[in-house]
């Protein structure tokens, strides 16, 4: 007979749990108290973007029904929600002329969710660039980081009396690649030296809106990022697949790791970075990038990459093995998020912290998101039994706590998503949520996992 001996995964009392949103994806409202057009409103509204033609022009409601939304949240005692402000609710040009109906918005939901205990994680950027500024060219033009910083500003300003985690952006590489890159995401454009172009003037949007920030903070404050990063493992041992393997986690993952946590940039290895480097990154650039109090790690998957001369600058392409499980758009692959935290505090944290002067503050880590897309539907009684989410939940949250084991100082856990939402390029395809939502009647309905989490946070530990 066979025997399999459960264990139990505890988890600290202080440990963060909580879920994201983003507000393009969750809002609606696209247009309303006085909105201007983000790069998202103009890419869903021209056809041929977005599966079956559909917008985020209502998706979940959320501006509407955010004190239900809130009073669901804290029916899974969630500690922490992280969502993103839209940049054009608050300065409907990008620029200039401050939208007091906009920010009363963030300021009625963060009153409303420390109502419940929950604490408020803004994020100031999740791939929603003003119209306007996108019409003078968008992050591959400096001049978008410097109106970054100023929107930080002002944002800060209003709320920083009661929030106290400020995540400058969401996914800089995804806003740049996908963005200006391959034009999967608006504004939709193909140009990959604009690409290369938009990543480094976010990354500096980043250290001028942290200096912003804390400049106008009224108490003190953590700012960090968001990264989108995934182990990249190459298709086979060949010395070809090995090179394409270390070429695409150096586009993927140190694109963005290394200048915000050694102030280097390793761009100059690829023959499109050495060209762009010396008249896009001024003096001074790289020390304003590296400041972070807090790292925040989304993770869904990870890349194998095959060598293939036809792709440019990293001569690879992604494949998919055989014989594995995969998701409405992944690979399953939960040993990844360990190799990437071990990664992140192994070449990142731990060097850093044995050179610094005693007393100095390490950046935390957290993870900012991590979630499954899987066909969810309402059984005969009303439940959604999403069985694949909580193995998912269970085998990504177990590789967390055994990387903890191992020593990285994981503080917290957000999952993606709260509710079904808008999914970009994807539309409304793809289930993330641990609550289910009817798109038609916007009735919310908690999904298994919801309540497994909630369980999972209320004994901080699960028997695995
Ligand atoms: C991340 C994005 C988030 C959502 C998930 C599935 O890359 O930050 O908005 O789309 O993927």
Known sequence: MELTLSKYIAFPK??????????????????????????????????GHIANSETGDVTVDHYHRYQEDVALMKSLSL??????????????????????????????????LLKHEIEPYACLFHYDLPQALQDQGGWPKRETAFAFADYAHVVSERLSDRVKVWMTHNEPWVTAMAGYGDGEHAPGIKDIPAAFKALHHLLLSHGLAAEAIRASARQPVKVGITLNL??????????????????MDTVLNR??????????????????????????????DMEKIRTLDLLGVNYYTRTVAKYDSKFPVVAAVQVHPEGREYSGMWEIYPEGIYELLMRIWND?????????APGTKMPEIMITENGIPVPDGLDFDGHVRDERRIRYLKDHIAQVHHAMDEGVPVKGYFHWSLMDNFEWAWGFSQRFGLV?????????????????????????????
């Open 230 to 247: 995934n182990p990249v493992h190459p298709a086979s041992e060949s010395k070809k697949d090995r090179d394409a393997a270390s070429r």
């Open 348 to 356: 990142y944290l731990r060097p850093l912290q044995a050179g610094a």
């Open 79 to 112: 500690d922490a929600y992280r969502f993103s402000i839209s940049w054009t609710r608050v300065l409907p040009t990008g620029t200039g002329h401050v939208n007091q109906s906009g920010l009363d918005f963030y300021d009625r939901l963060v009153d409303e």
């Open 255 to 284: 694109s963005t790791l290394d200048p915000l946590l050694k102030g280097t940039t390793p761009i100059q290895e690829f023959a499109i970075g050495r060209l762009l480097a010396g008249s896009l990154i001024k003096p001074g």
């Open 436 to 464: 289910y939502v009817d798109f038609k009647t916007q009735k919310r309905t908690i999904k298994d996992s919801g309540h497994w989490f909630t369980r999972l946070i209320q004994e901080d530990g699960f028997e695995y």
């Open 14 to 47: 202080e440990f963060v749990w909580g879920c994201a949103a983003a507000a393009y994806q969750v809002e609606g409202a696209w247009n309303e108290d006085g909105k201007g057009p983000s790069i998202w409103d103009t890419f869903v509204h021209t056809p």
